[in-house]
């Protein structure tokens, strides 16, 4: 009977409040534009940067890759072909990619190149002096790696790059960094493979990019990184072997000095080498009652997006503020992690007047300056004019009233946000169904179910803890002091604020220690790689949380009751 009901209030709803369908307007139904991308656009002369252009179709035409020949020397190339099924719609791609090796230094512009009927966009290329000879170079195979800071600070983001030259072509290999102690480091993004000659040989050199965060200040070593692997062999290889030879190469450590944090930092401690705001959509005017929108972008050097606090509007008077989650556009150059954060913020004006959008604010250490710095962004004025509504119920007032239509207007009745007429009977049966409904379902579930009660009885027992969660070893095993925070917070069901409440929620006296541990490290100088040992240890079955106070349970009187 409720299921039918339903059925039927719903049918009504639809027949007497009719929305208009949204309509695909002819340019969401094109397919994407032409893509074109370089793997690097800033290369040392000498070094290739991959030109990638995809194409939205299987069998398209191979671009005409002759613009490119006054500038550059071509090689590598190659095609692929992928399909995809999404939604119920296939999509079907075919990249092409040459490896362009620049003839001179400066600024090499890479003009729009012909796919079929149309172009590709323009692109730059940057190309240096050449870099320094490595000091290893000559060898088969060897490693170089470098630190954008030589002497950062305390839970400052240090880009570390790791090379690996090899000119014998490799079947297979490994290459494995360690990370050091009292720092945390993590790979990101992915590996980028490029040629570069030295001393008149041709090197294929794979960078890979790693985000170091050390945790104390004092010396830091960073052990060096290792390679192990195959290659194809030489002549000799051939003719008394299986044609493969052994490679093996290591990387020097590197010696970084960690600073302390500095008295007159501001809190948050943000360490940064550049940090920029700015309004991206700043409207000069708006309306009562309807939300305007205001985009806020954040360009940061040197850190990333998870490093960064949130951006926020301060109070506005007179309205109300709605963020959209942020949006953040992480790369690496320059050696370091970049990021670009953006964040719309809707606001609704209360009423008519001069509205004042204040900017948000945030304090942060110029790194290299040595010296706190605020970026803000200038207050927004905004113009807003009367609602909508008051202004067209006075010209519907003003305006005359036909005599014969006076009647017909009666009949009907205005909904806001309904387009046409709404008859008030049709209202009035709307309202009543919804009323007799709201009745129907209070009575139903006004009895607890039994299944429910036993349920309920049911969860009061906490389950067995698991092992430690995949999210808290990968914060133990790469991750900073306040990631390996939050990772324990969100263990707890459901999760807690800060760490004193874990503690008071854990049960084992060697986690609470632990946590203890993960505390003092964090805010007190104490050791934190020892914090993360013990933490491993510790956790490593799973936390162990208190059992919840068993509820009184009321007996019911005996049936017949003893004389």
């Known amino acids: ?10 049918v009504l709803l639809l027949s007497a409040l009719s929305w208009p369908a949204p309509t695909q ?10 893509r074109a991308w370089l793997d690097r656009d800033r290369i ?13 179709q299987a069998d398209a035409d191979a671009p005409d890759w002759s613009p490119l020949l006054g500038e550059f020397r071509l090689s590598g190339h190659t095609s692929s072909r992928s399909f995809e099924y999404v939604n119920g719609v296939g999509r079907a791609r075919t990249l092409f990619a040459v490896a362009l090796q620049p003839r001179r230094e400066g600024a090499i512009g890479i003009p729009g190149l012909r796919v079929g009927s149309r172009r590709t966009p323009p692109l730059t290329l940057t190309v240096t002096p050449p870099a320094a000879t490595p000091a290893r170079a000559g060898s088969a195979v060897f490693i170089e790696a470098e630190a954008d800071a030589q002497q950062p600070y305390v839970q400052q983001a240090v880009g570390y790059t790791v090379r690996l030259y090899y000119a014998t072509p490799l079947i297979s290999g490994q290459l494995d960094q360690a990370a050091p102690d009292g720092a945390s480091l993590r790979r990101i993004g992915e590996d980028v493979q490029y040629a570069r000659e030295i001393a008149g040989r041709r090197y ?3 960078e890979r990019h790693y985000l170091l965060i050390p945790e104390r200040s004092g010396p830091l070593a960073v052990p060096g990184a290792q390679f192990r692997g195959r290659g194809a062999g030489g002549f000799f290889d051939d003719l008394f072997g299986d044609g493969q030879s052994e490679l093996q190469a290591g990387g020097p450590p590197r010696m970084l000095t960690v600073r302390a944090i500095p008295a007159s930092a501001p809190q948050p401690w943000l360490p940064l080498h550049a940090l920029a705001l700015r309004w991206q959509d700043a409207p000069r005017q708006a309306r009562a009652g309807a939300a305007l929108a205001v985009t806020v972008e954040a360009t940061v050097d040197g850190a990333t997006a998870a490093q960064l606090p949130e951006l926020q509007l301060p109070a506005i008077p007179g309205a109300q503020v709605f963020a959209d989650p942020p949006q953040a556009d992480e790369v690496f150059a320059g050696g370091r992690p970049q990021v670009t954060l953006t964040r719309r913020f809707e606001i609704v004006p209360a009423q008519a007047g001069t509205l004042r959008i204040a900017g948000p604010e945030l304090s942060w250490w110029d790194v290299r300056a040595g010296r706190a ?3 803000t962004l200038p207050e927004l004025s905004v113009q807003v004019a009367p609602a909508i509504a008051a202004s067209g119920n006075a010209s519907v007032a003003a305006a005359p009233v036909p005599a014969g239509a006076a009647g017909a207007d009666r009949d009907w009745v205005r909904v806001p946000g309904v387009q046409g007429r709404v008859r008030p009977w049709a209202l009035a049966t709307v309202a009543f169904a919804l009323l007799w409904l709201i009745t129907l379902m209070w009575g139903l579930h006004r009895q607890p179910h039994p299944a429910a009660v036993a349920a309920a009885d049911a969860d009061a027992v906490p389950p067995s803890a698991p092992a430690a969660p995949a999210h808290l070893r990968r914060a133990l095993d790469g991750g900073d002091l306040g990631e390996i925070a939050a990772a324990l917070c969100a263990l707890a069901q459901p999760p807690v604020a800060d760490l004193d409440a874990v503690q008071a929620r854990l049960d084992d006296a060697r986690q609470r220690d632990a946590v203890d541990a993960l505390q003092r490290a ?7 790689a020892a914090a993360r040992t013990a933490l491993r240890a510790a956790f490593r ?3 162990r949380w208190r059992r919840p106070a068993a509820r009184a349970v009321e007996a019911l009187p005996p049936l017949y009751p003893p004389r």
């Open 1 to 10: 009977m409720p299921r039918r009901f339903s059925a039927f209030v719903m």
């Open 25 to 34: 307007t002819r340019s969401q139904a094109q397919a994407p534009p032409l």
């Open 44 to 56: 040392a002369l000498g070094e290739t940067a991959t030109l990638n252009i995809e194409v939205e």
């Open 204 to 206: 294929t050199v794979v």
């Open 373 to 375: 710095r605020t970026a």
């Open 522 to 528: 964090r805010w007190g100088g104490g050791d934190a």
């Open 541 to 543: 079955p799973g936390p």
